[in-house]
């Protein structure tokens, strides 16, 4: 079913590229164009075999983002390993990123290539509608997305205990509702508030945004504010990745050096003054006894509960996980030094279950580390043209040749085809399951379903 999905949309895709050729040999180009700011017009963007160049690539790009996107969403549903809380974010994220690529990349695309809007003014609205809350919902996810990881990072005990499935939809319900508020009701209606409408019905923009310094603002609500704060955050993050990072090492070197410790091992003897001396042939157990005025304490860290009695002084020893060990007179015995092979046992199983999951830990925390600095950075670089000619643009409204806003306000649109490539490049599972899902690895994909209850 995913194949034929692809494949009807490849056929679809064809039929554009080809009647664009078509297109490009017979209609007349001397139509304007026109963006979000009021350019001139009077001669057309491009020459015809550079406007077939263009058509070849922007639908290829449309292609690869709806095809991109839309095995981020099937892998999401098929694989559990990854239905985590930092992959719903990504979820909503890919979700906004199809639309783009599925409606925003097309009808651009064919403005710009048809030299005018030729759907009527209520689809261009729509459109418009459409693209500015898909668009905005994006940045809002990754808004999201630096505040959940910040969070998650300078208050790992008091924030995590929070960050469950139904705050994560709750958080991407609000960014999705806020792009929706912020940007459709001014653009479906604002021709109704004014009471006349002012985009030739050839051209398709946004009415409210024809004034230079209107689009400056807006582009710094909408661009430069939420990058700023972005960055703020991804610096913190790393201040605080480091400081931990340094906190660790000295601990480590203070626990080493703190105590003299000594190790029981089965079949162990006891020397003058208390000590005990290993038996080479008997492997030894981690446990670590240090001498006190009044006992024997044993010093014992991610284990099961131990007890190790002193077959002199009938005292028992015993080691608690989470807490502190302490010594005790009693009669009768405990556990006595030949069986500290099982101890031993079962303390490296303990140990071996709590440092897997720790490393599992770590592993996602690095997994969504890398994630957040890939999206980010390809979100910068493909919106920063765009907005630094609106900047200029402010000042200087004749100095930008409308051949670059087009190509610049296209750019934007690129972010969307680059997100699936940071998911990939940068978290092996979703690598793993675009290949399984691309090599039509059928049954191992049935079986991640079914196991799922899908």
């Known amino acids: 079913m995913v194949i034929q999905k692809i494949y009807v949309y490849f056929t679809i895709q064809y039929y554009f590229l080809s009647s664009s050729r078509c297109l490009l040999i ?122 959940d990881r910040y969070f998650s990072v300078t208050r790992p005990l008091t924030y995590r205990a929070k960050r469950t499935t139904k705050r994560a939809m709750t958080m991407i319900g609000l960014a999705w509702s806020i792009s929706f508020i912020l940007w459709a009701p001014a653009i479906l209606f604002w021709q109704y508030v004014v009471g006349e409408r002012t985009v030739p019905p050839e051209e398709c923009y946004i009415q409210f945004l024809t004034e230079p310094i209107t689009t400056f603002c807006t582009a710094i609500a ?62 030894s157990v981690k446990l670590h006894l240090v001498r006190t005025s009044s006992s024997r304490e044993l010093c014992h860290q991610d284990g099961p509960t131990i007890s190790l009695t002193d077959p002199e002084q009938g005292s028992t020893i015993k080691s608690q996980q989470g807490s502190p060990p302490s010594s005790s007179n009693r009669q009768g015995v405990t556990m006595t030094i ?48 765009y907005n630094i000619m609106v900047l200029v643009n402010t000042f200087c409204q004749n100095c ?4 670059l806003w087009a190509l610049g306000y296209w750019l934007c649109y690129v972010n969307s085809t680059v997100n699936p490539m940071c998911y990939a490049l940068c978290n092996k599972t979703f690598r793993t399951t675009f290949r399984d899902i691309l090599m039509c690895r059928t049954e191992r994909n049935r079986r991640l379903f079914f196991h799922e209850g899908g």
Not at 356 to 383: D, G, H, V
Request: charged fraction near 20%; hydrophobic fraction near 45%; include cysteine.
């Open 26 to 147: 017979t209609m007349n180009l001397s139509t304007g164009y026109n963006l979000s700011v009021n350019h001139s017009h009077g001669k057309p963007l491009f020459t015809k075999s550079t406007l077939s160049y263009f058509n070849l690539y922007a639908r290829s790009l449309s292609v690869i983002t709806v095809v991109g996107n839309i095995l981020v969403l099937i892998s999401f549903k098929m694989n559990k390993t990854l239905k985590t809380v930092n992959n719903y974010y990504l979820l909503s994220l890919a979700f906004a990123d199809l639309i783009i690529g599925t409606l925003s990349m097309n009808l651009y695309t064919t403005y710009i290539i048809m030299g005018h809007w030729a759907l009527g003014p209520v689809l261009c609205d729509l459109w418009l509608a459409i693209d500015y809350v898909a668009s905005n919902a994006s940045v809002m996810n990754l808004l999201v997305i630096s505040f």
């Open 222 to 283: 909408a661009f430069y504010l939420p990058v700023t704060v972005m960055a703020f955050l991804f610096w913190k993050i790393y201040q605080e990745t480091e400081k931990r990072a340094k906190d660790m090492l000295s601990l480590k070197g203070s626990c080493g050096s703190t105590n003299q410790n000594k190790t029981v091992s089965e079949g162990s003897e006891r020397r003058d003054g208390g000590s005990i001396k290993p038996n080479q042939n008997n492997p």
């Open 338 to 385: 030949k069986d500290a092979a099982l101890a031993k046992r079962f303390a490296l199983r303990a140990k071996t279950e709590i440092n897997k999951r720790k490393n599992e830990k770590k592993a996602n925390e690095k997994k969504a580390a890398r994630t957040l600095s890939a999206i980010l950075l390809a979100f910068m670089m493909t919106w920063l043209p």
């Open 400 to 403: 930008i040749p409308e051949t």
